[in-house]
T-cell receptor, first 110, second 113 residues
Framework: EDKVVQSPLSLVVHEGDTVTLNCSYE??????LLWYKQEKKAPTFLFML????IEKKSGRLSSILDKKELFSILNITATQTGDSAVYLC??????????FGQGTRLTINP | KAGVTQTPRYLIKTRGQQVTLSCSPI?????VSWYQQTPGQGLQFLFE???????NKGNFPGRFSGRQFSNSRSEMNVSTLELGDSALYLC????????????FGSGTQLSVL
């Protein structure tokens, strides 16, 4: 059975800290790995990764994929209170079927 | 460009009723997929449609069904509602390969009483 596991499940840090969120996966058919941020309802797209070792970067956020070890990390530097959200990792296993992890609830305290 | 639009935003139904949810994808996107999100199970895949054909289906009972129209809009139907069907139902659309990023709507919050 396809599986995506995220860690930690919950994380509380102070504004300005750097955080690393982890995502490991076991799927029979891998097409891509995606990261989303969910604050209220709609998960908003952050990154899509398909190749190992190539870092994707957007402002203070970055992500990288290791297809040999079957994991990805999402880094957020200089965190702000607006980064507080649930971060979701998902693997596209074909025909747009995403298998999601449980999510990491990140809380940034001022 | 308008995002993925889901209607209604909120629904309250009673057990045994049926419900229809609607999703309009981003213009130009032909793939529409549906997900159920609950606190206990997280986000789970329901089904995906492309060019009016169901290409993939998750592990949900036959009470959950869907369809897609020629303009790519999609509907999802749940019959004989159960208390456990209370959830946030999210729709996502994606552009054709190779850029298969999925973009989500704000969802329909369904409460079954």
């Amino acid at each position: 059975e396809d599986k995506v596991v995220q860690s930690p499940l919950s994380l509380v840090v102070h504004e300005g800290d750097t955080v690393t969120l982890n995502c490991s996966y076991e799927v029979t058919n891998f097409r891509s790995l995606l990261w989303y941020k969910q604050e209220k309802k709609a998960p908003t797209f952050l990154f899509m990764l398909t190749s190992s070792g190539i870092e994707k970067k957007s402002g203070r956020l970055s992500s990288i994929l290791d297809k040999k070890e079957l994991f990805s990390i999402l880094n957020i530097t200089a965190t702000q209170t607006g980064d507080s959200a649930v971060y979701l990792c998902a693997v596209n296993s074909g025909a747009q079927k995403l298998v999601f992890g449980q999510g990491t609830r990140l809380t940034i305290n001022p | 460009k308008a995002g993925v639009t889901q209607t209604p935003r909120y629904l309250i139904k009673t057990r045994g009723q049926q419900v229809t949810l609607s999703c309009s994808p981003i213009s130009g996107h032909r793939s529409v997929s549906w997900y159920q999100q609950t606190p206990g199970q997280g986000l789970q895949f329901l089904f995906e449609y492309f060019s009016e054909t169901q290409r993939n289906k998750g592990n949900f009972p036959g009470r959950f069904s869907g369809r897609q129209f020629s303009n790519s809009r999609s509907e999802m139907n749940v019959s004989t509602l159960e208390l456990g069907d209370s959830a946030l139902y999210l729709c996502a659309s994606s552009s054709p390969s190779p850029d298969e990023k999925l973009f989500f709507g704000s969802g329909t919050q369904l409460s079954v009483l």
